[in-house]
């Protein structure tokens, strides 16, 4: 009876320095128990690969494509385990990851992926994008021992952040814009895009649009009745590949000619996978500052 309670002791103990280890991480589905330090990571979110990526936290499997040219070498370096919303369960389980991320557009696969190895789903959305983006920061750096890199990466954006409202002030309003084909559609302040009013302060062209998912669906003469003095455009199909008709092609009629925003040269093409599939991601924010900042920077206001 002793032998197997000193066995028991002994194992205890042993146990209680992995155990240690574990760090509760806040994800989508709520606060979840994840092995410190991860070495083998696959992640099916853009976003959070391209936060990882600024952290320099190395990632060995990837979804093909990755969409992001920021992100091609990581993807050349890595293993495709699979697609955004389809992952490769064969290369998983050769890859034998010790975690995997999904979220955003794989976020339904977290079922499946924890059958091969533990799993986050790290979905990021809603009104305070870039709020969540700071606390994904601060999780991933404290998972992967990158806290001062965690740090740095927050003041960078912070800044970003206060160049950006610079630039914008006293500028005028803005319209954030679609294109998808032929037909467009625009986002407010509750939008999925709505950060680029609510955290850089750029008043909005239109108040009270809708705040779904896919935008609120408009005509040309929308835009000629409100008359924006910035269109901030998004190409959803160059975001995802897709071929058809390009945003510029789509908005070259008079209709929006005659708004302020064609007649003042203030229509700003955002580049679209940034903000389209990797929202939320650190690198992919700054870059979409950097735009907005170069764009409302040179403008005499």
Do not use: C
């Not at 389980?93 to 499946?112: F, H, K, N, T």
């Not at 003469?221 to 910035?230: M, R, T």
């Not at 390009?246 to 008079?254: E, K």
């Not at 679209?272 to 920077?297: S, V």
Request: proline share 5%; glycine share 12%.
């Amino acid at each position: 009876m002793r032998t197997r309670l000193l066995a028991g002791l002994a194992a205890l103990t042993l146990a209680a320095p992995v155990l240690a280890q574990d760090l509760t991480v806040e994800t989508a589905t709520g606060p979840v128990q994840v092995g410190a330090n991860p070495e083998t990571l696959a992640v099916f979110d853009i976003a959070a690969l391209d936060t990882l990526t600024a952290l320099g936290v190395p990632v060995a499997g990837v979804p093909n494509p990755v969409y992001l040219s920021s992100l091609s070498e990581v993807a050349a370096q890595a293993q495709a385990v699979g697609t955004l919303f389809e992952p490769d369960f064969e290369a998983l389980a050769v890859l034998q990851p010790d975690l995997i991320v999904v979220g955003g557009r794989s976020s339904e696969q977290l079922g499946p992926v924890s059958d091969i190895a533990p799993a986050i789903d790290m979905t990021l959305g809603g009104d305070d994008l870039p709020g969540q983006a700071r606390a994904r920061i601060a999780a991933y750096g404290a998972l992967f021992g990158k806290e001062a890199e965690a740090e740095s990466l927050t003041a960078d954006l912070d800044a970003k952040v206060a160049e950006a409202k610079e630039a914008v002030a006293g500028k005028g309003s803005g319209l954030i814009l679609l294109t998808n084909g032929g037909k467009i559609s625009v986002y407010g302040a509750g939008s999925r895009f709505g950060w680029l009013h609510g955290e850089i302060g750029l008043p909005e062209a239109v108040d009270g649009l809708d705040a779904e998912n896919h935008g609120q669906p408009v005509s040309f003469e929308f835009l000629a009745e409100h008359d924006p003095e910035w269109l901030l455009v998004i190409d959803r199909g160059a975001a995802i590949g897709a071929e058809g008709e390009a945003a510029a092609a789509t908005l070259d009629n008079p209709l929006v000619a005659k708004t302020t925003a064609a007649r003042e040269g203030q229509i700003v093409y955002l580049d679209a996978a940034p903000l389209y599939i990797a929202a939320g991601g650190a690198g992919a924010m700054m870059h979409t500052l950097d735009q907005i900042i170069a764009a409302f920077g040179a403008s005499e206001g």
